[in-house]
C-alpha cells in the first residue's frame, strides 16, 4: 500500500485528472478554434464586450497579435468587431450566439465530465471536494496572462 500523499502531491494529481477533462472538453472545439482564439471567446464570455486594447491587455498578448486573432474568429461568425461610437480609433468586440454556443458547448462537456465524477463521490466527500476546491481556488487566485500564455489559452 502506499503512503498517503501530502498536500502539494495530491493537489499534482488532481491537476493532471483536471487538465484531462479540460483537453477532453477542448477537443470538441478544435477543429473550429485554437486554444489561444477560445481563449479569447471565454473572456468575452465571461466579461462581455470590450475595446480591443483592453481585451489585448486582460489576454496579456500585443494588440497586433489580438487583431489577427479577432480577424480569424470574426471570419468564422464567432464575434463581431464594431467602433465605438464617438472613437473612430477604438473598436469594441463581442460575442455573436455562435461564439457563445460554442463557449457553452466546451463548458457543458467539462461540466457533464466533472459531474460523473463527483457523482459517484459519498456526500461527505463531495462536500470536501467542494471545501478543498474553494479554499485551493480563493488561494490560488487568478492566473496571470502571462501564465496562460505559456500554456497557449
Known amino acids: 500500500m502506499n503512503p498517503p500523499l501530502n498536500a502539494t502531491d495530491s493537489t499534482v494529481v488532481a491537476s493532471r485528472a483536471l487538465l484531462g477533462m479540460v483537453a477532453r472538453s477542448l477537443s470538441t472545439v478544435l477543429e473550429t478554434v485554437t486554444v489561444p482564439q477560445f481563449r479569447v471567446l471565454v473572456v468575452l464570455a465571461?466579461?462581455?464586450?470590450?475595446?480591443?486594447?483592453?481585451?489585448?491587455?486582460?489576454?496579456?498578448v500585443h494588440p497586433s497579435t489580438l487583431?489577427?486573432?479577432?480577424?480569424?474568429?470574426?471570419?468564422?461568425?464567432?464575434?463581431?468587431?464594431?467602433?465605438?461610437?464617438?472613437?473612430?480609433?477604438?473598436?469594441?468586440?463581442e460575442l455573436t450566439p455562435e461564439g457563445a454556443t460554442l463557449v457553452a458547448t466546451v463548458t457543458d462537456v467539462r461540466r457533464a465530465?466533472?459531474?460523473?465524477?463527483?457523482?459517484?463521490?459519498?456526500?461527505?466527500?463531495?462536500?470536501?471536494?467542494?471545501?478543498?476546491?474553494?479554499?485551493?481556488?480563493?488561494?490560488?487566485?487568478?492566473?496571470?496572462?502571462?501564465?496562460?500564455?505559456e500554456f497557449g489559452i
Do not use: C, Y
Open 46 to 60: 465571461s466579461t462581455g464586450p470590450q475595446r480591443m486594447g483592453d481585451l489585448a491587455e486582460q489576454i496579456g
Open 67 to 93: 487583431t489577427r486573432t479577432v480577424e480569424r474568429l470574426e471570419t468564422a461568425g464567432l464575434i463581431l468587431r464594431a467602433q465605438v461610437p464617438g472613437n473612430r480609433r477604438e473598436v469594441k468586440v
Open 113 to 149: 465530465e466533472i459531474v460523473k465524477v463527483i457523482d459517484g463521490l459519498s456526500d461527505d466527500d463531495r462536500d470536501q471536494v467542494r471545501r478543498g476546491m474553494e479554499i485551493f481556488a480563493r488561494a490560488a487566485g487568478e492566473p496571470e496572462p502571462a501564465d496562460l500564455l
